[in-house]
């Protein structure tokens, strides 16, 4: 009888650690270079939050509420999406589950990138490039109107250990993980990864149209 019950909490524990590792588990994404970001979104605007409450989206497959937190904002600038204002966005209830938590006193401005939903909302998680528009550098802010659009056919490739190299012509190295161990480095703040005349794809500094200041000093 001991054993059997020795038993049943040892299953109930090896359930429970599973359960948690589930969840830590439940959000997982790679970390993206604004550029990535901002090709992979439907949707990228400035904005303010100003307010937030959980808000109920359906049911599931066994009938139980579904809860989203939706965010009242303020939009600022659409630099991609559709044809009209985003006044709300919407994440999920949790970070477990991927959700955002923002601040909405509506003095911060934050850069959002997200997916449209069928129904036409835009949804944003923690995997999307979220920040603080304060905390972006000039270069980001202006690539975001002149540079980055003109580099989403190429592809950035994350480096997550040395030696890492390229397996195409069309792909850009990012470094700062192995250099700067961040993912906020020198690449993600100041660089595009643009496409040359030839189709091959390589680093520029700046925001200005490219001239010799790709990082092999070719002309694009």
């Known amino acids: 009888m001991t054993w059997t019950v020795s038993s049943c909490y040892i299953t109930l524990a090896l359930l429970f650690l599973w359960r948690v590792e589930e969840i830590a588990e439940a959000c997982s994404c790679s970390p993206a270079h604004p550029q990535q970001a901002f090709c992979n979104a439907d949707v990228v605007i400035r904005a303010k939050v100003i307010a937030g409450n959980e808000v109920d989206s359906g049911n599931d ?26 006044d709300a966005i919407f994440t999920a209830p949790s970070s477990a589950m991927c959700g955002m938590t923002l601040e909405t006193n509506g003095k911060k401005e934050y850069l959002f ?8 909302t835009m949804h944003v998680t923690l995997c999307d490039f979220i920040e603080s528009w304060e905390a972006l550098s000039a270069t980001q802010k202006k690539s975001l109107t002149q540079r980055y659009d003109m580099g989403c056919d190429c592809k950035i490739t ?4 040395i030696p890492c190299m390229i397996s195409a012509p069309e792909e850009c190295l990012w470094t700062d993980w192995v250099i700067e161990k961040s993912i906020s480095g020198p690449q993600a ?25 790709f990082m092999d000093i070719e002309e694009p």
């Open 189 to 213: 703040k100041h660089f595009s990864c643009i496409k040359r005349s030839d189709g091959s794809c390589a680093w520029y500094r700046g925001s200005a149209p490219p001239k010799k200041e």
């Open 113 to 120: 990138t997200g997916k449209l939903e069928t129904d036409g």
């Open 61 to 86: 497959v066994y009938g139980n509420p579904i809860k989203r937190i939706k965010y009242d904002i303020k939009q600022i600038k659409m630099f991609k999406g559709p044809n009209r204002d985003i």
């Open 158 to 161: 994350r480096c997550t250990s």
